[in-house]
């Protein structure tokens, strides 16, 4: 895989309630605000310095900018490059939250107050814009705070029955036998078959038994996995398992991506074709009002709890359960709708390259 070698300009932050806020350069100094830090690149010149580094694209993952044009062609799509766009880099994946139980109401009241103090006291009086930046950060990173993040629990080695050392050392008793038969003479060559034989039956008769101890423990695993989500369990019967590395240069996959997705004559407007039937004037005036509070619970109830969540690493399953902090984002997000502002993270996506199979 393709690693990302240029150095970055990080973005944090750090405020009296223990959030990170701070504004670091490249060169290693900090700011307290982007404009400050902005100022410093621009005199000492540790933009250009950092574009005039070499940089190679992540293989599995890039980001597009994308637009909505006359044909729906994508504007921009290029390696992760700019340095104003504040993202999510994929080398800091978010670890999943440990969150309780939906039967544990009283902490999930806590949580959502807090989420909700904790917004209300860093973005009362910011921006529209930063508040949609930081929105999901915030809801994140106190989330881990209160519940911690889930550790990745390493699988122990089974221990091996006894019928299984039983077989391992049978196995090495019958090679062992082999061997001196070949090398025994013609007398001891029918007692050592006989020893042989006796421990081939042992064997063959302990290999039953644990063929059909598996049998009845795969049988058992796949009952209690139908049981619990049979359509996950349905869909996996004919899923097929993929695998495969991308080994490209950035600039061929550049090529391919600019191929794919570019389209030079997208500002030229398309003309009209004869014979087109045009359709009757609409009789209902199109409803260009944002969607209502009960339209985003509708759709936030309707989603499974188990989706991925967002690049912020807030998941779904936050949002049914504290409905105070889905209503500061709907409000923050109906404001975006009437002023027409569109959050830098919205106009950036991550691709993930499939191997054909």
């Not at 880099?89 to 978010?94: E, H, I, L, V």
């Not at 504290?322 to 109906?334: A, G, Q, S, T």
């Amino acid at each position: 895989m393709l690693t990302e070698t240029a150095p970055r300009t990080t973005r944090t932050k750090t405020t009296n309630v223990g959030l990170e806020m701070d504004y670091s350069c490249i060169c290693g100094r900090r700011f307290a605000t982007e404009r400050g830090m902005k100022i410093h690149r621009n005199k000492m010149g540790c933009l250009s310095m950092s574009s005039q580094q070499q940089r190679t694209a992540i293989a599995d993952k890039t980001l597009e900018n994308q637009s909505q044009v006359q044909n729906h062609s994508a504007e921009e799509i290029q390696a992760e490059h700019r340095d104003d766009v504040a993202r999510h880099p994929s080398s800091d994946k978010r670890h999943k939250i440990n969150f309780p139980p939906a039967s544990s109401g009283k902490q999930w009241e806590d949580l959502d107050s807090k989420i909700v103090l904790k917004i209300d006291s860093l973005l009362g009086k910011s921006t529209l814009e930063h508040k949609l930046a930081t929105f999901g950060d915030i809801a994140y990173q106190t989330c881990p705070d209160t519940f911690g993040a889930k550790q990745h629990q390493t699988k122990c080695p089974p221990q091996r029955s006894r019928r299984q050392l039983e077989m391992d050392i049978l196995r090495k008793q019958k090679r062992k036998l082999k061997k001196q038969i070949r090398a025994a003479s013609s007398e001891e060559t029918n007692e050592l078959l006989a020893i042989w034989r006796q421990l081939k039956a042992r064997h063959s008769a302990l290999s039953r038994a644990e063929s059909a101890r598996k049998k009845r423990s795969q049988k058992r695993k796949n009952q209690e996995r139908f049981i619990r989500d049979p359509f996950q369990f349905a869909r996996q019967l004919f899923q097929q398992p993929k695998s495969g590395t991308l080994t490209v240069e950035r600039e061929e996959l550049e090529t391919h991506l600019k191929k794919e997705y570019s389209d030079p004559t997208r500002e030229i407007p398309l003309e009209e074709t004869t014979g087109l039937v045009w359709p009757a004037a609409p009789g209902i005036k199109f409803d260009s009002k944002p969607p209502s509070l009960q339209e985003v619970i509708a759709v936030v109830n309707k989603a499974r709890a188990k989706s991925a969540p967002e690049p912020n690493g807030v998941p779904y399953l936050l949002y049914k359960r504290c409905p105070n902090v889905l209503k500061k984002l709907h409000k923050i997000r109906r404001s975006a709708w009437k002023n027409i502002k569109i959050s830098k993270e919205w106009m950036t996506a991550e691709g993930v390259y499939i191997p054909k199979e």
